[in-house]
């Protein structure tokens, strides 16, 4: 799988309640040397920009790299928040943001777009 050979490590899952989200994290689960436990947040399943704002400002310091598994438009309203650009998420689709400051500090423009899109079938 891509995300694995990029060489990142997830620090923590943070997955909406909704079945299909939790069926997502667990391919992507599946695939990774070692995932972390998922957080079930019932604040992800359709929630707004700053709904799941609030959810990134609530993680723990120690979290370096999270993966945040939800919807739209929540998501993509997200990513405009702190990247300063609209982005189209289709299904399955993901976006890699460095958040340059504290997670309880994030907000708009604090992050930058590393890359986006959709995992090689």
Do not use: C, F, K
């Not at 943070?14 to 070692?34: D, F, H, I, K, Q």
């Not at 998922?38 to 359709?46: C, W």
């Not at 309880?104 to 604090?110: K, L, N, V």
Request: glycine share 8%; net charge negative; no cysteine.
């Amino acid at each position: 799988m891509w995300l694995q050979s990029s060489g990142l490590r997830l620090d923590r899952a943070v997955v909406s309640p909704a079945t299909r989200a939790r069926r997502t994290w667990e391919l992507v689960a599946g695939e990774l040397a070692e995932p972390p436990t998922p957080v079930q947040d019932e604040r992800v399943y359709a929630a707004s920009a700053e709904d799941l704002l609030e959810v990134v400002q609530d993680l723990p310091d120690g979290a370096r790299t999270v993966v945040l598994v939800g919807h739209n438009p929540g998501l993509e309203d997200l990513v405009e928040l702190l990247v300063g650009q609209p982005l189209r998420l289709t299904t399955s689709a993901l976006a890699v943001i460095d958040v340059e400051t504290a997670w309880a500090e994030a907000g708009p423009g604090a992050g930058v777009l590393r890359t986006a899109g959709r995992p090689p079938s």
